[in-house]
């Protein structure tokens, strides 16, 4: 596995804002990063992307894409006014063994690994699509992207701030308008099979037993002390190993 560089990207402070989505509100390479709007993916959101992924497994995914596609943080120290301070680690995201925030590499916006990763998603989820639902015609990558991009930009009129694991959520779990999958189809008692999406939360569940206190909570805490680690370690687990 190759490490993950980056000119002085060693760490950042964020914020959790009334949407309950991590934001970036300083950061330590401000040459190359623009920190407007810029989201941050949370441990718990990326568990909830990672079940998505595992189902493109058997369609091609390629774990190696997923990640280079993002730069890895772990929590440092809690602020003043709310903001954390995360630190970068080298480490694999999809095989880390601690929770981890994933920062998504726009370096390059149109050719970068994030834009890869996008890509290569987008690909699968149509492959996934055409092989699950009985089109009359193949549907394409772009009648797919040209339905998100739309949706995207009545987001932007109406004022709603675009973050990182709503574009993915919304790649993963796309279906075209007038259809469903298997999954989403309802049962004789006129309830949706999985809209509990159980075997996610038991997975979210054993996280929040380790770490309750992480997101989103106004009274985020992190013991500073050794000696405090008894009452509570809102990290000392790690996530859940994942089959590549």
């Keep these: 596995m190759t490490k993950k560089t980056g000119p002085s990207l060693d ?42 992924l595992d189902s493109m497994n058997e369609f091609g995914l390629d774990s190696q894409i997923v990640d280079d596609a993002f730069f890895t943080f772990e929590i440092k120290e809690e602020l003043k006014g709310g903001k954390i301070k995360l630190e970068r680690v080298r480490d694999s995201l999809l095989k880390a063994e601690d929770l981890l925030f994933a920062l998504p590499d726009v370096l390059d916006e149109e050719k970068g690994p994030y834009a890869d990763f996008l890509n290569h998603i987008s690909q699968i989820r149509v492959t996934m699509l055409n092989d699950l639902v009985d089109f009359s015609e193949s549907y ?64 979210l569940v054993e996280v929040s037993d380790k770490e309750e206190k992480l997101l989103p909570n106004e009274d985020l805490k992190w013991e500073e002390d050794e000696e405090k680690e008894e009452e509570a370690t809102p990290y000392e687990g790690g996530a859940p190993d994942e089959e590549n």
């Design 11 to 52: 760490w950042c402070e964020v914020r959790l804002s009334e949407d309950e989505n991590w934001w970036v509100s300083e950061i330590s390479d401000k040459e190359n990063w623009d920190i407007e709007d810029l989201g941050i993916i949370d441990p718990k959101q990326f568990l909830y992307i990672n079940e998505l």
């Design 140 to 203: 394409t990558q772009d009648e797919m992207e040209e339905v998100l991009s739309e949706k995207q930009n009545n987001d932007f009129l109406e004022g709603k701030r675009s973050h990182f694991s709503d574009e993915i959520i919304s790649i993963l779990e796309f279906v075209p308008e007038g259809y469903a999958l298997d999954d989403d189809i309802k049962d004789e008692d006129g309830e949706n099979k999985d809209d509990d999406y159980s075997d996610i939360e038991e997975e």
